[in-house]
């Protein structure tokens, strides 16, 4: 029997979707840990670039700094990371590395969307009178969702992908089924895991994609 067609048993077998190390309880921890991650990074990153953004400094050294975590493996920071006492915080490291491979493109994306914005209409909601905090939310952050939300989908569809290596440091999720395939030495287990991760990663980009062309044409647009 070929590889596709043994994967495609194993997926299809009931057995493999129940229990605790099913694909239905590894998908929902995998979701959680996605979400999780993506919102401890959204309020690290969106608040400092949308500051740095309105007030114009500091951002490019800032933008700069967290692209270097880019060119770290968060592999290499989890293994790290578990040599610490945060290795002793059970699903921890996983967070913290992950949090720290998401803050990149959430803070770029946010940041180069507030600059942006058109400096005259910026200009005209001060000559109107509002304060920096309504020219920052009744102006530059509706000018600049488009930009800020393409760096959260980017996060997200990342952070799927990424979400795996939690298995390795005992976590569960998706990865787990990969894992436990090559301990197994079962190759359509480890497909199926790496097709399964793929398919989500994929539904994650669609529904960011509808969510996108479902919003209200100024939020499509920044305009």
Same mark, same amino acid.
């Given at each position: 029997?070929? @590889?596709?067609?043994?994967?495609? *048993?194993?997926?299809?077998? +009931? ?5 605790? *190390? $099913? !694909? ?9 840990? @996605? ?20 007030? =114009?400094?500091? =951002?490019?050294?800032?933008? /700069?700094?967290?692209?270097? $975590? ?13 040599? @610490?006492?945060? =290795?002793?915080?059970? #699903? ?11 803050? +990149?493109?959430?803070?770029? /994306? ?5 600059? #942006?914005? *058109?400096? *005259? ?5 001060? $000559? ?21 939300? /393409? ?27 990969? @894992?436990?395939?090559? /301990? ?12 399964? !991760?793929?398919?989500?990663?994929? %539904?994650? #980009?669609? %529904?960011?994609?509808?969510? #996108? ?11």
């Amino acid at each position: 029997m070929s @590889t596709l067609g043994a994967t495609w *048993d194993w997926l299809t077998d +009931p057995a493999h979707w129940s229990g605790p *190390d $099913g !694909v239905r309880h590894r998908l929902l921890q995998h979701l959680l840990l @996605t979400v999780v991650c993506l919102l401890v990074s959204c309020l690290i990153a969106l608040p400092v670039a949308l500051v740095l953004g309105h007030l =114009g400094r500091g =951002g490019t050294l800032a933008v /700069n700094i967290s692209n270097v $975590g880019r060119a770290v493996p968060t592999f290499a920071v989890l293994v790290l990371l578990l040599l @610490t006492p945060v =290795g002793n915080w059970g #699903e921890g490291p996983t967070v913290v590395a992950l949090v720290l491979f998401a803050v +990149p493109p959430l803070l770029t /994306n946010a940041y180069v969307g507030m600059r #942006e914005v *058109d400096r *005259d209409v910026v200009r005209a909601a001060r $000559g109107m009178g509002m304060t920096g905090r309504q020219t920052l939310f009744r102006v530059e952050l509706p000018l600049a969702l488009p930009m800020v939300m /393409n760096g959260v989908r980017i996060a997200a569809v990342q952070l799927v992908a990424t979400a795996t290596i939690a298995a390795l440091a005992g976590g569960g999720g998706l990865g787990r089924i990969i @894992t436990a395939g090559f /301990n197994l030495a079962s190759t359509p287990q480890v497909v199926a895991g790496a097709l399964l !991760v793929a398919a989500l990663a994929l %539904v994650v #980009e669609a %529904v960011f994609e509808i969510a #996108e062309r479902t919003a209200p044409a100024w939020a499509r647009s920044g305009r």
